[in-house]
Every structure is written in structure tokens, then in C-alpha cells.
């Protein structure tokens, strides 16, 4: 049975990750465009697609391109800390959370540059220099495998051998259904 809660644990939380880590990128340009006076005119935030905001009149788009990384990995960390500050138990998954976060979106701006793809193509099309770009995946990607340091034992790995905390399961299975429920109502047609 440890084994089978570990494997729910990890199968569940990783999925809920990915989809939690579009919807607070996205989260980020959405606030900027507000703020700046552009006006979204889609969102998509679907399981079985590659998220994306549409902003048209878009008056500030290296402000409103950049706000999606930057938020997509404050939101997390500033959540983890809270956690972490009010020793609230399981602080661990919010943890595992930002750093996965950290890594994504590092890995999506510093590695898009070089095909200027997706957003890292926005930044640069907006007038970024291309080692800004660089600077923030050197930056965000270590840094989020330093918060993941040490954590395996808590999904099971390592000495733990497979114990997880029943709890964290439950959580991982709820937020993963959650969160597939919120993006499919979201963008139905994607």
C-alpha cells in the first residue's frame, strides 16, 4: 500500500503542477494587461493544450509578456512562504510547487529565446534583449532545483522508502481534479 500511495502521490501532483503553473503564468499577463489598459480577448487554459493569453489592443506588451514569468514565479513562492512562515503542515507540496514553477518558466524563457518561441519570441519581437532572457532561466531554473532539494523523502524516495502522508495523497487527487474541472470550464473549446 505505500507503494500505491506514493505513486497516486506523485502521478497526481505532477499533472496538478503543470496545469497550476499555466494558470498562474497566465494569471500574470492577464493583471498586466488589465493594469496597463490592454483588453484580453482570450484565454486558453485546457489540459491537452499549451496555454495562452490574447491581448488586442495590447499597449504595453513587453510589460504585459514579461508579467507572466515573473508573476508565474512570485505567486508561487510568495504561497510557499506564507506556508512555510505559519508552519502550516504539508508546506512541502507548496514547496515542490514553486520550485517546479521556478523551472518551467525558466526553462520555457531561457531555451525559448534560442527558437523564440511563445513568450520568449514576444520578448524578443517587444525589444528584450536576448540575454535577459538568459539571465532569467540561469537565474529561476537552480534556484528552483535549490528549493527541491531535500524533498524527496516527502514523496516517498529515499530512505522514506514509498511512506507518504496519506493526507498529501488526498490533497494531490482533489487539487488534480480541481484544477482539470476549472481549465476544461474555462476554455471548453480550446
Known amino acids: 500500500m505505500r507503494r500505491t500511495n506514493q505513486f497516486i502521490l506523485i502521478a497526481t501532483f505532477l499533472p496538478f503542477c503543470w496545469l497550476a503553473f499555466m ?9 498586466a494587461a488589465t493594469v496597463t489598459g490592454g483588453t484580453v ?40 512562504g506564507a506556508l512555510w512562515k505559519f508552519k502550516i503542515p504539508g508546506d512541502y507540496l507548496a514547496r515542490f510547487f514553486a520550485g517546479f514553477c521556478l523551472i518551467a518558466n525558466g526553462v520555457y524563457i531561457g531555451v525559448g529565446s534560442f527558437e ?8 524578443l519581437k517587444s525589444g528584450s534583449p536576448i540575454w535577459t532572457l538568459w539571465i532569467f532561466g540561469i537565474v529561476t531554473v537552480p534556484f528552483g532545483f535549490l528549493i527541491w532539494h531535500r524533498l524527496g523523502e516527502k514523496f516517498g ?29 474555462i476554455s471548453p473549446q480550446y
Not at 23 to 31: K, N, R, Y
Not at 49 to 55: C, G, H, Q, W
Request: hydrophobic letters at 50%; charged letters at 10%.
Open 116 to 123: 523564440k518561441i511563445g513568450d520568449a519570441g514576444d520578448m
Open 157 to 185: 524516495l529515499g530512505e522514506s522508502d514509498g511512506q507518504v502522508d496519506r493526507w498529501a495523497v488526498y490533497l494531490a487527487v482533489c487539487l488534480l481534479g480541481l484544477i482539470l474541472t476549472a481549465t476544461c470550464l
Open 23 to 31: 494558470a498562474v503564468h497566465e494569471l500574470g499577463h492577464v493583471c
Open 41 to 80: 480577448t482570450n484565454v486558453v487554459l485546457h489540459p491537452l493544450a499549451i496555454s495562452r493569453t490574447d491581448v488586442s489592443p495590447n499597449p504595453n506588451p513587453i510589460t504585459v509578456v514579461w508579467a507572466g514569468p515573473f508573476v508565474g514565479v512570485l505567486l508561487p513562492l510568495l504561497f510557499w
